[in-house]
């Protein structure tokens, strides 16, 4: 009886010892937040591409973390008399020597209330074996991102344009 007593004892020792002392899983630890490398104050280039032509403007550009949504970024572009816009940036993930993104579709009204959908314009930029709308070079802390302005009603279809975004954060 004293030998079963003692095999347990042994046996709850030795879970214990394995037990407390084997490390967390890599699910436990903390990721890092990859936003806090794109936050901050970009001057841009903003080129506007319409069937009319190219026009290119210099402005600043404004991105913040998104206050509930942990994968998402605001960007305000300000284009002084020009005006501004914003967008918000999603599926940020790391890849090669920065961060790809996507531009978030959402529907809005213009200043004189014709509905148009502001939506990633040309997944063209690749980093590794995956395309995004845009990207941020952690290296030299530069960004770009690509969207489009499509208006809802045909009759203003004049007015659709697309747009790039170019800058260096300051």
């Known amino acids: 009886m004293k030998n079963l007593y003692f095999n347990r004892l042994l046996l709850f020792v030795f879970v214990a010892v394995v037990g407390f002392g084997c490390s967390k899983d890599d699910d436990d630890k903390v990721q890092p937040d990859l936003r806090e490398q794109v936050v901050g104050n970009y001057d841009v280039d903003v ?8 026009v290119t ?3 600043t550009m404004t991105v913040s973390k998104h206050g509930s949504d942990k994968n998402m970024l605001i960007a305000t572009i300000d284009l002084g008399s020009w005006g501004d816009e914003t967008i918000y940036l999603n599926k940020i993930v790391e890849a090669s020597n920065g961060l790809g993104f996507d531009v978030v579709s959402r529907k809005d009204t213009d200043d004189d209330g014709d509905e148009f959908t502001l939506l990633g314009y040309d997944k063209s930029v690749e980093l590794g074996s995956s395309y995004y709308h845009g990207m941020y070079d952690k290296n030299d802390k530069e960004i770009f991102v690509g969207f489009s302005i499509v208006y809802t009603e045909t009759i203003y279809s004049e007015f659709n344009y697309n747009m790039t975004v170019e800058g260096k954060k300051k």
């Open 47 to 54: 080129k506007f591409i319409a069937t009319e032509g190219t």
């Open 57 to 59: 403007l210099e402005g």
